[in-house]
T-cell receptor, first 114, second 112 residues
Framework: EAGVTQSPTHLIKTRGQQATLRCSPISGHTSVYWYQQALGLGLQFLLW???????NRGNFPPRFSGRQFPNYSSELNVNALELEDSALYLC?????????????FGEGSWLTVV | AQSVSQHNHHVILSEAASLELGCNYS??????LFWYVQYPGQHLQLLLKYFSGDPLVKGIKGFEAEFIKSKFSFNLRKPSVQWSDTAEYFCAVSSRGQNFVFGPGTRLSVLP
């Protein structure tokens, strides 16, 4: 069974551009989570989608947005990129809303803003 | 809102030493607790989890953790570490209707 898959693996953008990251959850999982892992800052929660709806949002500016598609895959968009957006973006999925379920991570997408 | 703290930023041990990594959370309701590990160059993997029942849970690779409700703690232990345990360890908490919240992580370096 395939795990959580993310694309692209690496992405280089210039400041002010937009980045789009994609995530396919484990088959049967309906919840998708996005985290930012910047150097030395641990895992910062970005967004949680469940059944196509945004359930929760972390303390990030509105230029971080996303959506979940009917097939439960998800997209994270970062507009007006800033240098400090350079980080590893992790996607995770679980069977349903977070209660009582384990989340499984993908390998992440490295975003470098120059 | 939930929050998770981890006691140590970086722990350095020699092989065969015992390990205990501290984790405390703040949330008054029913929680599920997790430890995840990130080996160098690899993605985050589940080490162990607690949902209910026996507060002492055993995970992979000889790790265990004890949930102490009165102390809001979920400390990770291993009696004898190996060089291959070098990794970053993250404690996490989830509860109904809330997203997963991770601690800042503890980097473990095991010296051969």
């Amino acid at each position: 069974e395939a795990g959580v898959t993310q694309s692209p693996t690496h992405l280089i953008k210039t400041r002010g551009q937009q980045a789009t990251l994609r995530c396919s959850p484990i088959s049967g999982h309906t919840s998708v989570y996005w985290y930012q892992q910047a150097l030395g800052l641990g895992l910062q929660f970005l967004l949680w989608y469940d059944e196509g709806e945004e359930r929760n949002r972390g303390n990030f500016p509105p230029r971080f947005s996303g959506r979940q598609f009917p097939n439960y895959s998800s997209e994270l968009n970062v507009n007006a990129l800033e240098l400090e957006d350079s980080a590893l973006y992790l996607c995770a999925s679980s069977l349903q809303g977070s209660a009582g379920n384990t989340i499984y991570f993908g390998e992440g997408s490295w975003l470098t803003v120059v | 809102a939930q929050s998770v703290s981890q006691h140590n930023h970086h722990v350095i041990l020699s092989e065969a030493a015992s390990l205990e990594l501290g984790c405390n959370y703040s949330y008054g309701g029913t929680v599920n607790l997790f430890w995840y590990v990130q080996y160098p160059g690899q993605h985050l993997q589940l080490l162990l989890k607690y949902f209910s029942g026996d507060p002492l849970v055993k995970g992979i690779k000889g790790f265990e953790a004890e949930f102490i409700k009165s102390k809001f703690s979920f400390n990770l232990r291993k009696p004898s570490v190996q060089w291959s345990d070098t990794a970053e360890y993250f404690c996490a908490v989830s509860s109904r209707g809330q997203n997963f919240v991770f601690g800042p992580g503890t980097r473990l370096s095991v010296l051969p």
